[in-house]
């Protein structure tokens, strides 16, 4: 039995080095024209060949009217260095609050895009 023992500490180990992938939550807080009333979360970055492209979360409020408690969008900010970003004041994506059977129903979040050198996806 003694041959089980460092097998579990191994797989002890290994658990312990996985890594740990938290939404980190507001990344960048609401800019001064306030188009962004929660900030900007769940941020995934990219290189165009020109300049960084960040596509992210941001909550616009929710409307109750449509039974919707929170109203994510989708939004875009660019960046010569990825420091200082502006902040594209409409949203790229929109959710849905008329159709409860859409995935897009009450919001769209965490965005995760790629680009492949000519196209986004």
């Known amino acids: 039995m003694q041959t089980g023992v ?8 290994a658990l312990a080095a ?3 992938l938290v939404d980190q ?3 960048l807080p609401v800019p ?4 962004w009333p929660w900030g900007l979360g769940a941020p995934t ?3 165009d060949g ?11 409020g929710g409307d109750p009217d449509a039974g919707c408690p929170t109203h994510f969008v989708i939004g875009r900010a660019t960046s010569p260095d990825g420091v200082d970003w ?7 994506l929109d959710g849905d609050a008329t159709d409860a059977a859409s995935p897009r129903y009450c919001g769209v979040s965490q965005p995760g895009v ?8």
Do not use: K, R
């Open 6 to 13: 460092p097998m579990l500490l191994l797989a002890h180990v």
């Open 18 to 20: 996985a890594p740990l």
């Open 25 to 27: 939550g507001v990344v």
């Open 32 to 35: 001064v024209d306030g188009t």
């Open 45 to 47: 970055v990219e290189w």
């Open 50 to 60: 020109a300049q960084y492209v960040m596509y992210f979360e941001s909550d616009l």
């Open 86 to 92: 502006l902040v594209d004041p409409t949203p790229v």
């Open 114 to 121: 790629a680009f492949d050198g000519t196209t986004w996806h």
